[in-house]
């Protein structure tokens, strides 16, 4: 990066973590600094399961607001791989018509869970086809498509996220990183995935966590790497939406993952790292 020069990336984060009402949602995150929400519920429903009237109130309480929809956290994908595939199919169908209607480019998904007792190598080939049947429909609707590394599902450590990813092949799969999760699956984030995965990072989900027992932590508090990863992401010029999604247990708030107070250190705590590494968090992408 050369000197004096300050990155900007977009801040977002996933609101149904501070309050089920979209409209105490919108209301934190712009008091964070936040021009975008990232949107996995509202009102206590599902994106996928949100009617069109319900879509159609979230997208003018959006719009009220001044903000914009960076993702879609849809929960496509966090499925047995074995299941009918036709059920996940339709409801990623769903979830784009959603996206496009509150301007999102971006989905979230996921590669799938193993049945008790089967290997990663036995059910690669069905990841690998659900996978890519998920891009064929993204790509003709113009969207993309952003894998988490989620622990657990078949993509949950960085050389099945890159075989996922160069397997299907397609621009209308890219990687959602996040470091909290590398941690919780014993991975080093930066030292083991930065490098194989780099050239598919498109999205970045913020959180943390302690190696020695997974608890997730505000940013720079764990053993995930942020600053190393933040700080290459910068002098590699990467620009985009970086998503608070602290999973910071507040007991005032028990049916929210984190609730305003915490979500708010969450955001501090980002605010504080990337600020040291000259990096901007705006309102706007």
């Not at 409801?91 to 996206?99: G, I, P, Q």
């Not at 993952?257 to 605010?271: D, I, V």
């Amino acid at each position: 990066m050369a000197a004096g020069r300050m990155v900007s990336w977009a801040l977002s984060g996933f609101a149904d973590e501070i309050d089920a009402d979209p409209a105490v949602q919108l209301a934190v995150l712009l008091a964070l600094g936040a021009g975008h929400v990232e949107v996995r519920s509202a009102w206590g429903v599902n994106v996928v399961d949100l009617s069109d009237e319900q879509v159609a109130a979230l997208g003018s309480l959006i719009a009220r607001h001044g903000m914009a929809v960076s993702a879609v956290a849809s929960p496509i994908g966090k499925s047995d791989v074995f299941a009918d595939p036709s059920v996940e199919l339709a409801r990623l169908r769903r979830v784009l018509v959603v996206a496009q209607r509150l301007g999102a480019r971006y989905v979230r998904l996921f590669s799938f869970y193993r049945p008790a007792g089967v290997s990663f190598a036995a059910c690669r080939d069905v990841v690998l086809a659900r996978m890519r049947a998920f891009a064929d429909v993204a790509e003709r609707e113009s969207m993309v498509l952003v894998h988490e590394n989620e622990k657990d599902i078949y993509g949950d450590v960085p050389s099945r996220v890159l075989d996922v990813i160069e397997s299907v092949g397609s621009p209308a799969l890219r990687v959602a990183w996040d470091n909290a999760n590398f941690v919780q699956v014993g991975v080093r984030p930066f030292t083991d995935g930065y490098a194989l995965l780099r050239p598919y990072l498109s999205y970045l989900q913020v959180k943390d966590a302690l190696a020695a027992t997974g608890e997730v932590v505000p940013a720079g508090a764990g053993d995930g790497e942020l600053a190393e990863t933040l700080t290459a992401l910068r002098d590699d010029g990467w620009t985009g939406f970086a998503s608070l999604e602290p999973h910071l247990a507040d007991p005032a708030f028990p049916d929210v993952l984190s609730g305003p107070r915490r979500f708010g250190e969450a955001a501090s705590a980002f605010r504080s790292l990337t600020s040291s590494l000259g990096i901007s968090l705006s309102a706007v992408s």
